[in-house]
C-alpha cells in the first residue's frame, strides 16, 4: 500500500479520554498521521461529514474512509497495522473476548462514575464518590499481581483505561479525596503506564484538564 502523508487523519481533541485512546494506539504503532484538534461547540464541516451520526471525536479517517468510535478505532489500528508488533489484543479468543468485556466496562461504568465524581455536588457527589471508588476497586481485583490488565504486556485494556488518569487531579481535587488511599495498586498500575512513552507523550498534563473542569463546573452551577 503506498503510504501518502496524509493517509492517516485524526479528528482529536486535546482533553478527550476517548481520543487519547486513538493516539496511544497510533503511538504503539508508530503510525504518522495529521492531527486535526476539533471545536466541539462549533463542529466542523468535516467532524459532521465524517461522523454524521455522533458528530463526536475521535473519528480515524484512513485513506479518506472513517472510522468512527474510540474502541473501535483501537481495534481497527490493531488489525490493519498488525505487521508493526506490539499487539494490543489478545490471539486467544477467550482471552480476546476478556479483555472486550473490561473495555466495555470502562465505557458503560468508568465513563458514568468519572462523570458523576466531577460534576454532581452534595449528596449526589458523595454517593459518585463511593460509586468511583468501588469501581476502581473492582478494576483493582481484575488487576490482581499482573503489571497490566493484559498480563506482562502493555494491552488493549490498559490503553482504554490509562486515558482517565491524567483526570484524576482534577476529580480529586475538586472532590477532595485521593483515589490512592483507596485504591493503591490501582494508581500504582497508572504509574507504569505512565512510564511508558507512547502513553506519557498522548496525555495531556493534568493541571490543563483541571482548568477545563473548572469553566465546566462553573457553567454548570457546581461551583
Ligand atoms: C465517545 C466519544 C465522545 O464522547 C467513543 O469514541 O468511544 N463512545 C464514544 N466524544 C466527546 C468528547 S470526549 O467527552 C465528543 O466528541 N463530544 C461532542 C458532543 O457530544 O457533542
Known sequence: MASHHHEVVLLDATLSAFS?????????????????????????????????????????VHNGKPVCESLIIVQYIDEVWK?????????DPY??????????????????????????KGEEFEIAKKD???TF????????????????????VDLSLIPFYCWFYAYET????????HCPKFIEWATRCMQ????????????????FVLIVRKKLGVD
Open 20 to 60: 487519547m485512546r486513538a493516539r496511544i494506539a497510533l503511538a504503539e504503532k508508530g503510525i504518522e498521521y495529521e492531527k486535526k484538534e476539533q471545536d466541539l461547540v462549533n463542529k466542523s464541516p468535516e467532524l459532521l461529514q465524517m461522523n454524521p451520526i455522533h458528530k463526536k471525536v475521535p473519528v480515524l
Open 95 to 120: 482471552t480476546r473476548s476478556q479483555a472486550r468485556f473490561w473495555a466495555d466496562f470502562a465505557d458503560k461504568k468508568v465513563v458514568d462514575v468519572v462523570t458523576k465524581v466531577w460534576t454532581k
Open 174 to 181: 475538586v472532590g477532595s479525596f485521593k483515589t490512592e488511599d
Open 83 to 91: 505487521d508493526k508488533g506490539n499487539p494490543l489484543l489478545p490471539s
Open 137 to 156: 476497586k473492582q478494576l483493582e481485583e481484575e488487576l490482581g499481581d499482573k503489571p497490566y490488565f493484559g498480563g506482562e504486556n502493555f494491552g488493549y
Open 196 to 211: 511508558r512513552e507512547t502513553v506519557a507523550k498522548s496525555l495531556p498534563d493534568p493541571k490543563q484538564v483541571y482548568e
Open 132 to 134: 468511583f471508588i468501588s
